[in-house]
């Protein structure tokens, strides 16, 4: 260790306490990345603060010996968001990971920023209440990081993304200012709200240090089908279909080669005997005893107009949750493959001319590559995997995928789309951010990082350099 | 005419054509002002742009010259956001009222910033969809408008605000940038959203030119109660009792004060024999059989428990208009009275002291002013009108009520809540922001507007100085 980490470290431990700060090999490898394999961590230091206070004398100190900061919540993050690579002083939140208050007439509660995200949905079902955002990583990610990327996930159709749930935040600015944000309040017309500003901001403008969330009332015996269809744009009509007679709360859509690869892996049943090129799954809050007739005519309707080829329902929440199986453990069965992501998203209504355009492209360029289709159909975010061929080096892989990445997201450009739907630029999307922000935008984008973090301490070189 | 002016009327007819600009003093009048009457309007002129080509022009000739800007929309404000009172060029969205594009799957509609949002109201129903934003104003109120003071109104419980039904933006900087902000996705993280810095700045940023709305389903059925309650804390258990059985769609409250004004008035018929200090009205949306049962169920617990005195239920759809007419003329009926109107909110379950404490207030100092509760207390936002007795002079009166309101809003911050739930800040409420807002917020809203608007152009004056 160098004198100038020892001083830092002395510096830093002065502030949290000698056993708050890590700097051994283990602590350093593991808090300076999050799940984005592509990046080699090399952080100087881990920091673990248990209060606003501590925060902003971090942030202080950093701001008074130029310091560059990096936060970390979960470690759950898809674009190196979280990833501390240049001798950065990692802010881990896993300390402050309390529930602070509750509130049954608001139905808030108040959450240190480290509060994981199933702590929350526990919290709120012990409440009678629900919390709705959702997502594969919900045992990990912490809240901080969920509204620092604006996390959406599986039931954004009918509730929205991380940002609809935060009535209240708390923020340690880049210069180390305490801003207590909209205070739980839902109306609030009081010039702008800065707190929108944070949310999606990926740790560039300041720390989340705490969260008023908003709870809802938990949704009425979710019932789920599973429809085979031809083709993308079927899909599309048996959205429409569904979303004019039931309260949808999901409607997700996966691949063939998908399922197949599910099945195998998971050693789970085919939803039905007919198999179509894409399956689309429909949540639905079964509010009333018509709930059951009004998905079955429209499944009728749909295969009448040969849009779905054949289906099941759920008849109870065993068989809901295992038909969710067939889409939820897609990710996770095809890890073995590394597979090369990409999150974007498009109008719902241009989908299936997208995904067939970007199917041509990698087919075009790469015939071997296998590409599993899987997503959030009903709000247009779509899931891009590459599978790597076992034959093909791991490193070449990637640069032929990253090479491909240019005209997929020239595609995404001309659809009006957007190349990271939910998991943030980070470092990952960063050469790519041109493709759906103008010039214009990011000239700006930078100008109000520079009004929060003059000193450039908070995250530099994440979303933009 | 003097002739800076002359010379600053022929440059804007050069953009927009002779006829496209007005000097005339009714114009002058009409233009310069919104709702709120305690302004006098003093434009130099009024311009009508029919392109965002245009209004970049505008803008771009203001910056050259240093002429200050005040967007116009429906003029519906009640905090003089749109009033136009040293001289500036008025910038009227009239001409700008097209909808320019729908799409039924992503149940989007492109609308110039013109669009009133009756008429997105109307398209939506044509299309067997729904735009939920609505208030006393929605036939006047234009889109942009709505944005820009992040516009709310009575269903907020269920649809939330404007802000929730916004997917993209166009939006002209105050240096003339034209930005497309957002494209109507719903999933996209690439960096800040500058969308929603933009809703609730009230035109001190730039111009809203132009917005993609998302439409919803319909409610089904949507039922009205109206129950008289003792006092507020009543009301609240009422809520929650209601909140944990039914779908609410609003719950409003309106005072016995309030109750006689509108009865008398109107001609109306009391909503139920037993009278209390306060009335809830509840509106819930009917979704199956047992809506009625459970809406009884509730009503009977809140009987037995005492929160309620008395109720009645709508049968059909006349009778849940007229229920809303006790709560929705309540404004109409007293603007007679001349009265001095406050928006506040605080959380939900403040509401009740918080009520109490600013009528003992108002009380103490003004015994003989009648004071007028009503408002959305669902969402916390409540509306004070303090009317002015007939035989005081209407100055003397606005001067006592401006005072006031330094205890009132002193009382709002203790509670943590906001000087303007809906209406904006603008003049009005100006010198009240710091109750709501801390300095060091101020001072990053003016720094962010300095990025946006570097030659103060856009509606100097307005929430900061």
Known sequence: MNQSQAELIAALSRIVGDDKVKADAESLFTFGKDWTKVYEPHPSAIVFPSSIGQVQDVVRYANAHQVALVPSGGRTGLSGGAVASNGEVVVAFDRMNKILDFDPTDRQVVCQAGVVTEQLQNFAEEKQLFYP??????????????????????????????????????????????????????????????????????GTLGFIVELTMKLATPPKDPTVLV??????????????????????????????????????????????????????????????EQGMEQAMEAFEHCVEQGWALDGTISQNSTQARDLWRLREDISETISRFTPYKNDISVKVSKVPAFVREVDEIVNRQYPDFEIIWFGHIGDGNVHLNILKPDTLDKAIFFEQCHRVSYDIFACVKRYGGSISAEHGVGLLKKPFLSYSRDDSEVAIMKALKNVFDPNKVMNPGKIFD
């Open 133 to 202: 955002v959702d997502f594969a990583s919900s045992g990990s990610s912490q809240l901080g990081g969920n509204a620092a990327t604006n996390a959406g996930g599986i039931k954004v159709i009918k509730y929205g993304l991380t940002r609809d749930w935060v009535v209240g935040m708390k923020v340690v600015t880049g210069s180390g200012e305490l801003l207590d944000l909209n205070k739980g309040l839902i109306k609030n017309a009081t010039g702008y709200d800065l707190r929108h500003l944070f949310i999606g901001s990926e």
């Open 227 to 288: 429809l085979a269809v031809e083709k993308m744009e079927d899909a599309m009509n048996v959205l429409q279909t569904f979303q004019a007679r039931l309260p949808l709360m999901a409607f997700e859509f996966f691949s063939e080669k998908a399922l197949r690869h599910v099945i195998h892996e998971k050693g789970l049943q085919r939803p039905c005997e007919t198999a179509g090129d894409f399956y689309a799954l429909i949540e639905f809050e079964n509010v009333s």
